[in-house]
DNA sequence: AAATTACTCAACCGCGGGACT
DNA sequence: CAGTCCCGCGGTTGAGTAATT
């Protein structure tokens, strides 16, 4: 897996702007896909993740850039509150936005705010980072040999460990026991919570539909009302 | 003015999953 | 069915820069 990216005449950092004008045309030319394929045919000696890395969040048209406007912001911490950390999810709700710049904005800006305000919805790898830096800033800090010690074994395992709320959701029947929507939805999920696929199309629902009830897939909204 | 610290965000990495052979 | 390839996702890193001391 992954081995032709592991090539060491695959380049890495910054991107320069003659790079992206190459890879601009290359995909205009060509389509996106196959970004496989993309460095070696455009010439770039870029892997093709970070072809597609670069054209989905840089390069592509109607990439909206810039301030996030209250709205999104709002839109934002609401679909969160819902969808955890989902942000494909999230970005696709806000469009222009990408689902990395959402998700930098979400741990630069949001999260620092919503860690000043909430006690109980500390997601546990922060938390371990709390414990480790405690200051109700989330973001890195320059213990280089910390970051060392943390980037290396960084595996899956560590991010699925078990708790507590996992025990929990596997416990809950859902064939038996429908969900209950308490009216304040933040009784209904929290950052620590997993992933409840059932919830999901609901959860885009409530969400958008409290925003203003912008367009969204009707098999979404009869799914959804159909829970009801 | 220089050094240090804090912050932002583009980019990388590892992984899971679907498609294909 | 098993192996391989490719895509996309989410977590994390680190360079660049702004703010502070």
Known sequence: MEMKEGKSS?????WKPEEDIILKNYV??????NWAN???KSGLMRGGKSCRMRWKNYLRPNIKRGRMSDDEKDLIIRL????????SLIAGRLPGRTDNEVKNYWNTHLNKRSSQTKTTT???KNKKKLQQFPTSQPTRCKISENDDKRSQGRKREDITAVSPWIEHARSFNFDTEPP????NDALL??????FMPILDSLALY??????????YPQEVAGHATGLC
């Open 10 to 14: 695959i380049k890495k950092g910054l």
């Open 28 to 33: 205009e030319a060509h389509g996106e896909g």
């Open 38 to 40: 993309v460095s070696e």
């Open 80 to 87: 969160h509150k819902l969808l955890g950390n989902r942000w």
């Open 122 to 124: 500390i997601c546990s």
């Open 180 to 183: 209950l929507f308490p009216a």
């Open 189 to 194: 999920f929290t950052d620590d919570e997993p």
């Open 206 to 215: 409530e969400a958008l539909q409290s925003n203003g009830g912008e367009e």
